[in-house]
Nanobody, 124 residues
Framework: QVQLEESGGGLVPAGTSLRLSCAAS????????MAWFRQAPGKEREFVAT????????IYADSVKGRFTISRDNAKNTVYLQMNSLQSEDTGIYYC?????????????????WGQGTQVTVSS
């Protein structure tokens, strides 16, 4: 069974960058689709980005396209989210999610494994 643990969140000024990490344990995720979602206070969890198990395909939410980059290192069983030009609207808890195979899933209900989340707060 896959366990996911996010790290790298924090409080940063608008316009700066953060890199989130999601370390998987329990089994290799080299054949899993991995994704990042986020949830702002009082709002539903929303899709941020997803990456094919090979790293060859990615999908981004329009709100982060051009600013965020998802990547993975299957040798380290880790997925990353590089976030640049952060805005106050990016504030929220960021969750890592996983599902075996590839389907380009962008809905939270499509993912079976979740981490506990890491808080990102962007001050304006």
């Amino acid at each position: 069974q896959v366990q996911l643990e996010e790290s790298g969140g924090g409080l940063v000024p608008a316009g700066t960058s953060l890199r989130l990490s999601c370390a998987a344990s329990g089994r290799t995720v080299s054949s899993y689709t991995m994704a990042w979602f986020r949830q702002a206070p009082g709002k539903e969890r929303e899709f941020v980005a997803t990456i094919h198990w090979s790293g060859g395909s990615t999908i981004y939410a329009d709100s982060v396209k051009g600013r965020f980059t998802i990547s993975r290192d299957n040798a380290k069983n880790t997925v990353y989210l590089q976030m640049n030009s952060l805005q106050s609207e990016d504030t929220g808890i960021y969750y890592c999610a996983a599902r075996a195979g590839w389907g380009g899933w962008v809905n939270a209900d499509d993912y079976y494994r979740w981490g506990q989340g890491t808080q990102v707060t962007v001050s304006s």
